[in-house]
């Protein structure tokens, strides 16, 4: 039995390697991570992280062909193929601090694996990294005595969370990138032949490895691009009276454009939008292009600041006070059904609130754990409530800022009778029926709509 190992038992490795463990049962597939408390949860009931679907691969696949362990010496000697899918954050220190990739976990990895291997082996780049980042990692694995040869390939993942295991199940595409060199054609032919298990050979695309490595950044460059590109229009709509939905849908007809991802929101959160945006931006300066920098750094400003217009919007339809107000927060996660809270714009809305010295409760179904460690420096001033009836009981305001189904359908004439009036909803991501919320009475305010207002 062949064995395939994955390195970093995150949010990519984890649903990943399930998903290559469900599809090809002949292959015993290990994930490993520095992290025994994650790889605990691996092995339970209660998976490190939700995602919808998840479970049951696992179930269906563990200590059968799947496994999870914090001995990566051992693994890493047994394996055929590895993925590596550690993170791979914003630098936080030093030289390109705040924009480029930090590598240090990679590097760590690639070092680990020449320590503990004695044969031949192809690595695969799952994480996003920088462009060129295969060629370091090649010069390092192959600057061993033993004798062997790695061959790197960049595989970059394009699941998104909430939908990672439909994502993985049924990709648009998967991208190998590798060498123009015989070996580097045999290593990809080989991780292809995985994929084949279960994605139709047409959606797998094969490039060379510097093509592969950037069509990853860039491809969240153009996704962040279109949101932002649709939320700087809100603004203009709130004040001319277009409905940035009619806009977004008469735009989105157009078939060159396409009607994906042009919802308008509080701004994009999640772990890599941003990341890999600021990593091209540092890349493009590094290469002597500091007007293609700017042009992709517009797009992480652009999110920075339709956050901050809607606190702005918030304080200016309260009578510019919400000192010592309740403000109900419905949702925290960066989208609906997921826990994941990294980059949330509700970090940054919860956080310049309480500078204001509201009262903010916060409720989500899913990320309050995640919540309470992203804002524990100011929990003094927070109260974490998952039932939002209670959350909304004597508040001023109500913002919602994660597109969670179950704040559609609550009872919002039951919410508004329990709150202090002028009651106020800030919908920020347009998801409830607002003129019903008018009548009940509620003064509301929707992105890119006009107000209405009592
Ligand atoms: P994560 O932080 O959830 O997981 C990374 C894991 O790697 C952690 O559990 C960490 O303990 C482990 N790790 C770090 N160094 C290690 C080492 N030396 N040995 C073993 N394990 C180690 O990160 P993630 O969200 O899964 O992202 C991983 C990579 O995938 C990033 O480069 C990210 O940009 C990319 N990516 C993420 C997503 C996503 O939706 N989260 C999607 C596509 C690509
Ligand atoms: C994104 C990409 O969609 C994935 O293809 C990619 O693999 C991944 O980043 C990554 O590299 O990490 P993810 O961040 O998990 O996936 O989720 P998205 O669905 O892309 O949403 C990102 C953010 O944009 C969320 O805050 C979401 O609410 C927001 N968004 C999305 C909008 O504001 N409007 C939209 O129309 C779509």
């Not at 970090?347 to 916060?362: D, F, G, S």
């Not at 927070?382 to 609550?410: N, S």
Request: glycine share 6%; with cysteine; charged share 25%.
């Amino acid at each position: 039995m062949k064995t395939i190992l994955g390195i970093g038992a995150g949010y990519v490795g984890g649903p990943t390697m399930a998903m290559i463990a469900k599809k090809c049962p002949e292959y015993k597939v290990v994930v490993v991570d520095i992290n025994p408390d994650r790889i605990k949860a691996w092995q339970s009931e209660n998976l490190p992280i939700y995602e919808p679907g998840l479970k049951e691969v696992v179930q269906e696949t563990l200590n059968k062909n799947l496994f999870f362990s914090t001995n990566l010496s051992e693994h890493i000697a047994q394996a055929d193929i590895i993925f590596v899918s550690v993170n791979t954050p914003t630098k936080s220190f030093g030289k390109g601090a705040g924009k480029a990739a930090d590598l240090q976990y990679w590097e760590k990895t690639a070092r680990e694996i020449v320590r503990s291997s004695s044969s031949d082996k192809i690595i695969v780049e799952k994480s996003t990294v920088p462009v060129r980042t295969a060629h370091a990692m090649e010069y390092i694995l192959n600057a061993n005595s033993k004798g062997i040869v790695f061959d790197v390939l960049s595989n970059p993942e394009f699941l998104a969370e909430g939908t990672a295991i439909q994502d993985l199940e049924k990709p648009d595409r998967v991208l190998i990138g590798g060498q123009e060199t015989a070996r580097g054609q045999k290593a990809i032919a080989a991780l292809k032949e995985l994929y084949m298990h279960w994605v139709p050979k047409e959606k797998i695309l094969t490039t060379n490895v510097w093509s592969s490595e950037l069509s990853k950044l860039a491809a969240n460059a153009f996704l962040a691009q279109r949101i932002s590109s649709i939320n700087s229009l809100t603004p203009f709509c709130e004040t001319t009276g277009a409905n940035i939905h009619e806009v977004s849908k008469a735009i989105g007809m157009d078939s060159r454009v396409g009607s994906k991802f042009l919802c308008p929101s509080v701004g994009f959160g999640g772990s890599c939008f941003k990341k890999d945006i600021l990593n091209l931006v540092y890349l493009c300066n590094h290469y002597g292009l500091p007007e293609v920098a700017n042009y992709w750094e517009q797009v992480v400003l652009m999110n920075e600041y339709q956050r901050k217009r809607f606190v702005q919007k918030m304080l200016d339809a309260m009578f510019n006070t919400v000192a010592g107000k309740k403000i109900a927060i419905f949702g925290f996660a960066f989208k609906a059904n997921t826990g994941d809270t990294r980059e949330s714009s509700a970090i940054y809305i919860c956080q310049e609130l309480a500078e204001e010295h509201a009262k903010v409760v916060i409720s989500d179904p899913k990320a309050l754990d995640n919540a309470r460690l992203d804002l524990k420096d100011i929990e003094s001033s927070l109260v974490f409530e998952i039932d939002p009836y209670k959350a909304a009981q004597g508040a001023h305001a109500i913002a919602i800022l994660t597109e969670w189904d179950c704040y559609r359908t609550l009872d919002y004439k039951k919410i508004y009778e329990s709150m202090e009036k002028p009651a106020f909803i800030f919908d920020g991501r347009n998801i409830l029926d607002h003129n019903a919320l008018f009548e009940i009475g509620f003064s509301v305010y929707p992105l890119g709509k006009t107000a209405l207002v009592h």
